[in-house]
């Protein structure tokens, strides 16, 4: 049975998560586009790519190839939406799993662990991980390394899941490779000077998932969203503007960058399921950074130390990663002012910040794990 025969009506969207996410029988896959393939359908069209914006020589320094190369499509009913199908130069890729895995997780960025563990436990997430993660499995059941318990990372403006906003005392630099690979992304895509100033990374195993929501905490919506999805592939969901609206499903591999911009800005999207990238894909990927290695190319921020590459690559085998890049506001913009909080005593403010990490954690979780309960 096909996504296309499950029911609509108000639970459309709803209806059409649990048929992806579910686990047995498998779903029918075949409604699923895959923009991998190119111009598929009637409803995949060429998406227009500004060519000057951004140099061949610009390009490689973010690990992108030429812009006149990339397979850029929309998809016909969602204004503003752009799928770019892996546009990295071959081996490059590494280098931006390695960042999410290695360097971005660290302080003063925040992460999940940080909500039921002390700073020196999570100080060294990617060194605590490296034994376990590089040594061949023993066979039995081992506890799972930090990096296997990481969901998300939050950078620039940092997201507070509690209350859904972000604010001007909660900030952090933004990672320049980062802020540098968003701002071409969004040049080429028609929106000259994007300013990352807010990152999600989420860490997905191979049954994780994430619910439906729209992302609209931003102050600004007049610059889009950029989505860039590394490792295992998934199932994406985009809907409309209505909860209820009907989504189409598309397959997001390694390497491949959504933009939603305009309309689709706002639009409702999930993530069902992740799906199994195909083994000789992930492997050829990590083995072009070893011949940048030996050909000593200018990937971005050069080659991977063995160590790393071994440790990535084997995350990556059964997991996936996505980063989300937003601006927050627009130049001139500022956050609203917040009325002081009545003032406590110590003993009441420190059970309060206990409470409200322990159930920003409990609900980022939820929004992780499971269909029911994760909505954002
Ligand atoms: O993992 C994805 O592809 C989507 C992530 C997302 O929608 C989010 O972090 O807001
Ligand atoms: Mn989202």
Known sequence: MAASTVVRGEDAFKNIFKFYKRKKPPPDFSDVTDFS???????IVPAVLDLSAVSDSEAARAGLQPVKTWRAFGLQGYPGFIFISNPFLRGSQPFWIRQCLKTYPQKPNVCNLDMHMSPSDTQDIWGQSVHGLS???????E???LLERLRWVTLGYHYNW???TYSANHHTPLPADLHLLSVQISAACGFPGF????G??????HDSSLGIHVDESE????RPLLSFSFGQSAIFLLGGVRREDTPTAMYMHSGDVMVMSGQSRLFYHAVPRIVSAPQEQTALEMEGCRMAFSSQDSTVGGALSEEDWVVCTRYIQSSRLNVTVRQVLVPGQSFPETPSPPQKTDASQAGGHQDRQADGERRRRRRCDSVETSER
């Open 162 to 164: 509690d209350t859904k």
């Open 143 to 145: 506890p799972k390394t």
């Open 219 to 222: 102050l600004d919506h007049s």
């Open 135 to 141: 040594s061949p499995s023993s066979g039995k059941r």
């Open 200 to 205: 999600i990374l989420n860490y997905y195993r």
């Open 195 to 198: 300013s990352a100033q807010a």
């Open 37 to 43: 393939k190119g111009l598929t359908s009637d409803k």
